[in-house]
């Protein structure tokens, strides 16, 4: 190769932040003409915002843009959409599927490009009325699928396909792009089986000895040593190793993803307050789009706050979602020795447990409703608390003042920042949601708390402040927690033991002394 | 062996609609006791008047807007065409196809409001499009009854109100009744056939194949099962979504001119309120969903839905010994037809999204055992 030629992609200083929250500094690397870049790092590390970037998603624009140059083959671009990109050939396979269900791979992969025969009609109502010339579809989709190297049906509907099969169409429908250059594949293997997975592999070694550039994100690490010519490694938002593919391995990269410098001192190590389980799931299925669990067996101990970790869409999330009912699910759970039936939300409540959503907005809060509400809602319809009873209880009046007295004592001990207790849920911060949210749980006084990612999109503060309150009502009031986070971090800091999630079920339970290595290598470890 | 059966008990849950219609007709015409040369002679002239109409429901569904009431706005449209074409006296051939000429204008404004408007309600249609039906009716009657006259010179008392302005309750069009069915007629063995008719509704629905071919079909199609995935792609949605409202409403109108020229009369205030309900009935009658509909299920839909108002009534009264139940009938059905449809469509849904929990569980059990 020619060294003084400009490489494809050129990355230089680029910086963004989400309203003030810095999510990516300082990236800077390059990537040659027909070179594989493997980019892989933890949830949160920034890669997908890079990506975006990239690939001109609205998204950027309209937080704000972000700063530093991107050079594609020596020229400085800036793109304002992904038609932009695309036009500059770029190519992007998202980790959803972007296909027509009731359409052939065929057109979709030629979807809005597809070649047409001209017809006196189109003449006189213009283009669109020219027909689509079959025929050529076919073969251009042919090629599109011969570059890939791997072999589907063209005339096979996409809802008939397997998995991997979509996938499969994703990428020649990029690869039919005459103008492919580089090409975004992020986590294509995710619903891969090894076989198929393996196969991409191949195409993506085909594809690059014909001169394109790709970047290949996934969290399965041994894929990377195998395809790419590099490696970069992103955390916090920053590229914290950028090396050749052959001069490292699992281990160091591993190292890399999670490696931050370990603070033991900061943490106390308790043995478990009991022995005895207080819940155990059995053979758990939860269908939720996107973190689909698979055979989950587990038991959780009376007292414990019990950490759930790993990647994203593996299926952390599904494990409370499908407990409490909101997701359809399957198996067995029992708690305090009795069972509990799936699929009704109310059930679970009566059984005096209780879940903070990670969805605070869609499911955790009434956002136009005042913070009173919003304080006592729960508790009033699931427990008759905060009512004046009339007429031995045929009438039921709220108690206002009783409402207003809870929720003053948790906005002074959660320190939420508000106006009054009268201000509407919707104004509040993203973190003083969040503490809402936990208030109105506390405010049932559960036996049982599920907490789904109560940090994401909070600041440090909030963040301390909010896991204090949990550690406090954990140890104060002796409830049993199960909290979920994406962050191994805050998981070792207020947890008694630590299950990991890959894969859609339980890849190893280990206790929160354990190292972040241990761990992270748990977190891959089954990686479907 | 076991895989075919399941195909038969899949095509039974399939085609309930039409086999029940087929059950209902089989059972009713030995009572009602017609000849076959009347009940041929009846499906035909009534498929010759109502499947033109009912073809213009096809596009919306294609673009993925449901079952689409906009057609009764091109029903008005039609009706205004016509009632200035029978004030201007010209009738036969040249009047039909001047009265579509004129509903062109009218047509394509109607439609490009009802798109603009059904592009802030998606996933609303039926029932956005069902509301904006009454609106325009609203409109229509505003035209019809007090600007007909004062403001658009109606010439002719015979379809003036008495009062000076405003038309009459009916339209005759006796001078273009059956003009187009008339011309090139062939008579076989008794079952008059409306040759010219006939030749319209092939063509049309040649033109709807080749409209299927067509990059607009193909985007109409896309836009029709993603939304997201064909804006992504390029495709420019809403307009996509505006124009195929726009070709329903304009072939309505069509189909409304070839529908009251068969009448031979022009209710002026009561011919449009239930056709797009009678025609909603019988394209579902035929086997069409919500997001699928062909052309076959027109003709199929249309046989079954007007065979059965044919021998309903008699059957009826053969049994009840009132006539009256044939009327309440139609109307109970067609609504029924429409609900059941919907249900239909919504237990799909819902049978298609529970079937990934359902291979959750299988896939475990068969972990289990290996």
Known sequence: MDDRKAPLLEMKNIRKDFF???????????????????????NGAGKSTLMKILFG?????????????????????????????????????????????????????????????????S?????????????AMKKKAGDAIEKMGVMIDGSMVISDMPVGHK???????????????????????????????????????????????????THRLQEILNVCDQVVVMRDGRVVQDVAARDTNVQEITHWMVGRDVQLSARTFRELPSQETVMSIERLWVDMPGETVRDVTLDVKKGEILGIGGLAGQGKLGIPNGIMGLYEAGGRVTFEGKEIPLNQPRRCLDASLAFVSEDRRGVGLLLDESLEW?????????????????????????????????????????????????????EL?????????????????????????????????????????????????????????????????????IAIVSGGSIAGILPASASSEQLGELMVSQVK | MNKKKFSLGEFLRGNSVPIMFILICAFCIPISGFSPTYLLNEIITRLGRNAFLILSLLIPIMAGMGLNF????????????????????????????????????????????????????????????????????????????????????????????????????????LNMR??????????????????????????????????????????????????????????????????????????????????????????????????????????LVGGASVDKASIGNVFLGVILFHLMFIVAPSAGAKITGDSMIGEYFRVFVSYGVITVALVMYETKKRRAKQSLGRQLEEDQRKGEKA
């Open chain 1, 20 to 42: 003030g929250n810095q999510v990516l500094e300082d990236i800077n690397f390059t990537l040659g003409e027909g070179k594989v870049l493997g980019l892989v790092g933890e």
């Open chain 1, 57 to 121: 998603m609205d998204v950027i624009r309209e937080t704000g843009g972000y700063s530093g140059d991107i050079l594609l083959s020596g020229e400085k671009v800036s793109f304002q959409t992904p038609f932009e990109a695309l036009a500059a050939g770029i190519g992007m396979v998202h980790q959803e599927f972007s296909l027509i269900p009731g359409f052939t791979a065929t057109e979709n992969i030629l979807l809005n490009r597809e070649p047409k025969k001209h017809s006196v009609l």
């Open chain 1, 123 to 135: 003449d006189v109502f213009g283009d669109r009325l020219d027909t689509l010339n079959r025929d």
């Open chain 1, 167 to 217: 996938q499969f169409t994703e990428i020649a429908r990029e690869l039919s792009k005459d103008q492919l250059k580089l090409l975004i594949l992020d986590e294509p293997t995710a619903v891969l089986t090894e076989h198929e997975a393996g196969a991409l592999l191949d195409s993506i070694r085909s594809m690059a000895e014909r001169g394109i550039s790709v970047i290949f994100i």
């Open chain 1, 374 to 426: 919003n304080v006592a809602f729960p508790a009033m319809q699931i427990q008759n608390k905060f009512l004046k009873k009339y007429l031995g209880g045929l009438i039921k009046w709220r108690d206002e003042k009783a409402i207003e007295e809870v929720t003053k004592k948790y906005i002074d001990e959660l320190q939420i920042r508000c106006t009054s207790s009268r201000q509407k849920a919707r």
């Open chain 1, 429 to 497: 911060s993203g973190g003083n949601q969040q503490k809402i949210c936990l208030a109105k749980t506390f405010a049932m006084e559960p036996r049982f708390l599920f907490v789904s990612e109560p940090t994401r999109g909070i600041d440090v503060g909030a963040k301390a402040l909010v896991l204090d309150a949990l550690k406090r009502f954990n140890r104060e009031s002796g409830v049993t927690i199960v909290m979920i986070s994406s962050e191994l971090e805050e998981l070792r800091q207020i947890c008694d033991r």
């Open chain 2, 70 to 173: 906009g057609m009764t706005l091109g029903a008005m449209a039609g009706e205004i065409a016509l009632i200035l074409v029978s004030d201007w006296q010209i009738w036969g051939i040249p009047g039909v196809v001047l009265a579509m000429i004129i509903s062109i204008p009218f047509s394509v404004a109607l439609g490009l409001l009802c798109g603009k408007i059904l592009n802030m309600a998606k996933g609303r249609e039926m029932v956005t499009s069902y509301i904006i039906s009454y609106f325009i009716n609203g409109v229509y009657q505003l035209v019809v009854l007090y600007m007909m006259g004062p403001i658009i010179p109606i010439a002719h008392s015979s379809i003036k109100l008495p009062r000076g302005y405003g038309i009459r309750n009916t339209v005759s069009l």
């Open chain 2, 178 to 283: 059956q003009c187009l069915d008339d011309l090139l007629a062939i008579r076989v063995s008794g079952v008059k056939i409306p040759v010219l008719t006939l030749i319209i509704i092939a063509l049309m629905c040649l033109a709807i194949v080749w409209f299927r071919k067509t990059k607009l079909g193909q985007d109409m199609r896309a836009v029709g099962q993603d939304m997201d995935v064909a804006r992504d792609a390029g495709i420019q949605v809403e307009r996509t979504r505006i124009i195929s409202i726009v070709i329903s409403t304009v072939l309505a109108g069509f189909g409304m001119i070839i529908y009251l020229q068969n009448m031979g009369n022009l209710s002026t205030y009561s011919s449009h309120s239930q056709i797009g309900m009678f025609c909603i009935a019988a394209l």
